[in-house]
């Protein structure tokens, strides 16, 4: 009986959803997207430097394109999961902890854009480094969390 | 917003609420961001609010988005159905 009233009032009232989270799935944060897309970008930069210079093959340019659309694409990637970790699961809270939080995650975004820019080894060795950082920021930052 | 409130409980919502009495601390309401977002009220500024989900440890709240205008409380929660 009162399920069937329920279900009149909602034919009556319309119901709208509120969610609880802003993001879904919330929760659920890993720097290992930004990493693999990081390390993606270095070997693409590692596979352009091995393109010959003299007399490429059409198979040679094709493979060189589809490089340099592989190192664009991830590091589009490599940015929007960094920026969704500095946005998303960091909070003020986390500053006190690391003061260099919001360098860190800027310089590794920038390097990001960088990366796509230009070709060049060091850069993404840099890239590299700078979300191995970010990721162990997050490991810590989830260990204090689950201590508390 | 757990433990309060699971994914799928049907909630009643007062629009009117506010019109006439004050958000107090530890309300449960209503917000109109990019979409309706259920909150408890942490905080009471003059014409601000400070939210926070109950499920500390995972909510985006105004930890992340800061404080919420009263403009943006769309109603209190008045039950569980």
Same mark, same amino acid.
């Given at each position: ?6 279900? #009149? ?25 930004a990493q693999i ?40 990637? #490599? ?61 810590k930052a989830k ?6 | ?29 209503i917000l109109k ?49």
């Open positions: 009986m009162k399920s069937f009233i329920l279900s #009149c009032l909602l034919k009556v009232f319309p119901t709208k959803i509120a969610y609880a989270h802003c993001d879904v799935p919330c929760g659920i944060y890993d720097p290992k997207p897309a990081a390390a993606t970008v270095y070997k693409m930069v590692q596979l352009i430097g091995e393109f010959p210079a003299q007399n490429p093959t059409v198979n040679d340019r094709n493979k060189l394109i589809r490089c340099v659309l592989t190192k664009e694409e991830y590091a589009g990637k #490599c940015k929007e999961e960094i920026l969704i970790l500095w946005t998303d699961y960091f909070k003020p809270e986390h500053l006190q902890m690391f003061p260099n939080l919001h360098d860190t995650f800027w310089k590794a975004a920038k390097l990001c854009s960088k990366n796509k820019q230009e070709v060049s080894i060091e850069l993404a060795q840099e890239l590299v480094k700078a979300v191995d950082e970010i990721a162990e920021i997050f490991q260990a204090a969390a689950s201590k508390k | 917003m757990l433990p309060a409130f699971k994914s799928g409980d049907l909630v009643l919502v007062n629009r009117l609420s506010y019109l006439f009495g004050k958000p107090k601390v530890g309300d449960v309401i961001k990019k979409k309706f977002i259920i909150k408890r009220i942490a905080k009471i500024s003059k014409d601000k609010v400070f939210v926070m989900g109950d499920n500390r440890k995972e909510s985006t709240d105004s930890r992340s988005f800061g404080w919420i205008a009263r403009k943006e409380i769309v109603g209190k929660i008045m039950a569980k159905i």
